[in-house]
């Protein structure tokens, strides 16, 4: 039951923080095949309460038998402190990262439409779209020389990874790049937002019901101090 579950992961919550364990590995199996990526009672448990990194294994890609593909979501600046833990992993010959981040924003899809429907209703309509067009693109490419200013502080893997920024809704396209680079393992930051356990933010949990590669979470304790460029939002929590 769950609270078997909750005590059985408070106990190994205790063991990690006494041995003072760098990583901790739990699996991701769901008896419901409607909902395959819903994780049990205790792996949840003990990602919400422990201060350790995370890595949530599941996908028929659990176990890399030759160059992974790495996905790291880049929110603020916590994504830095995140792919500093991959530092410790072995990472086989090949292995390839993408620095990937998601401008919270009307996609072209949608704004197109809006163009279409509105224009002869809405005056300087045109105007108004391009000039939206144009600060999502700004945005878009501060974050991406922001992004590009930091990677090099990081391991090999990192210093070497790709960058790339989309707009759109984060969750939707954090998965849509996951199923499109087919990657084996997604890299996010979570910071603290409760005194009493962990509480993470919506994107991090929505990602942990619905992305099917592994999910490796790094949480750190405290909101960062550095700046992020003008206007760009924090995508994770």
């Known amino acids: 039951c769950d609270r078997v579950a909750v005590m059985y992961a408070g106990r190994l919550v205790e063991l990690a923080e006494k041995e003072d364990v ?3 590995v739990v699996g991701s199996v769901s008896a419901k095949r409607k909902f395959p990526y819903l994780l049990g009672s205790t792996a949840r448990s003990i990602i919400h309460n422990t201060d350790k990194p995370v890595l949530v294994v599941r996908g028929e890609k ?5 160059a992974m593909k790495v ?4 929110d603020r600046d916590r994504w830095v402190d995140a792919t500093g833990v991959l530092r410790d992993f072995s990472w086989p010959d090949g292995t390839e990262a993408t620095l990937f981040h998601v401008v919270e924003a009307y996609g072209d899809k949608f704004v197109e439409s809006l163009l ?11 105007q108004m779209v391009e000039e939206y067009r144009q600060a999502i693109e700004r945005q878009k ?5 922001h ?6 502080s990081g391991p090999t893997l990192i210093r070497d990874a790709d960058i790339e920024v989309l707009q759109g809704d984060v969750v939707e396209e954090i998965v849509a790049k996951v199923e499109q680079m087919d990657a084996d393992l997604l890299v996010v930051s979570s910071r603290k937002l409760s005194t009493i356990g962990r509480m993470l933010g919506s994107v991090t949990e929505s990602l942990l019901t619905r992305c ?9 304790q405290e909101i960062s101090d550095k700046t992020a460029p003008a206007g760009a939002k924090e995508q994770l929590a």
């Open 22 to 24: 760098d990583l901790v």
């Open 62 to 66: 659990a176990v890399a038998k030759g």
């Open 71 to 74: 996905l790291v979501a880049c």
């Open 116 to 126: 279409e429907h509105g224009s002869s209703r809405v005056p300087n309509s045109v």
């Open 141 to 145: 490419s501060e974050f991406a020389e």
């Open 147 to 152: 992004i590009k200013s930091l990677k090099d």
């Open 212 to 220: 099917p590669c592994s999910i490796l979470i790094v949480h750190d």
